[in-house]
Each structure stands twice: as C-alpha cells, then as structure tokens.
C-alpha cells in the first residue's frame, strides 16, 4: 500500500526557519495537487498551503509570505520552507494527495513543529 513519508519539523524559536519534505513511497496516479495541513489539539485540520501541477500555489492567509510549498506532482514529493515561524505555528503538519483515479485521499503520519516564544 502506498504511504506518504515525511520529515523534517522540529522544535525552533520564534523567528528561525524549517523545511518539511514529504514523498510517496510508491506511485499514485491521478494526482492534480498536493497539500500541506496542520492540527492544533482540540481544533480542526487546516490547509496551509497546496501546489498543483502546473505550478500554482494557494496559502492560508496566516501564512502567506512566510511558507513556500513546492514539489513535483508527478513524482509524488511536496515540500514546505517555512520562515519567520511564529508560536502559533505550533502544530503537527500533515501533507495530503488525492488520486484521482483511485478515488481517495491519503494522508502523511504527521510531523510536530514546535515554535518556542
């Protein structure tokens, strides 16, 4: 079965940088765009930021001007810079495709990132 693998994330202080990376440990055809979201205990998942295969990207506003999500839809791999990382960046990230062509969704393990004031 197909998984999304993350890495990076981690704990940093208000103002540092880091780099998430996600990639399918297999093919997943049919894909148009891939995410990146985050979950804060006792709230709801978030989209942060989403990329699609021709290059266009879209950004919560809380984020915008301080994530930049980039990847190859084609090979399945997403990554996401973040700068300028506040507190309320604190959060487990998630990255998501969806296939088209196998009609469903799929979901990486989670990675923390920990933003200390």
């Known amino acids: 079965q197909v998984q999304l693998v993350e890495s990076g994330g981690g704990l940093v202080q208000a103002g540092g940088s880091l780099s998430l990376s996600c990639r399918a440990s297999g093919v997943i055809p049919g894909v148009h765009n891939m995410a990146w979201h985050r979950q804060v205990p006792g709230k709801q998942r978030e989209l942060v930021a989403e990329?699609?295969?021709?290059?266009?990207?879209n950004y919560a506003e809380s984020v915008s001007g301080r994530f930049t999500i980039s990847g190859d839809i084609a090979k399945n791999t997403v990554n996401l810079q973040m700068s300028s990382l506040k507190p309320d960046d604190t959060a487990v990230y998630y990255c998501?495709?969806?296939?088209?062509?196998w009609g469903r969704g799929y979901w990486g393990q989670g990675t923390q990132v920990t933003v200390s004031s």
């Open positions: 990329i699609t295969g021709s290059g266009q990207t």
């Open positions: 998501y495709v969806y296939s088209w062509n």
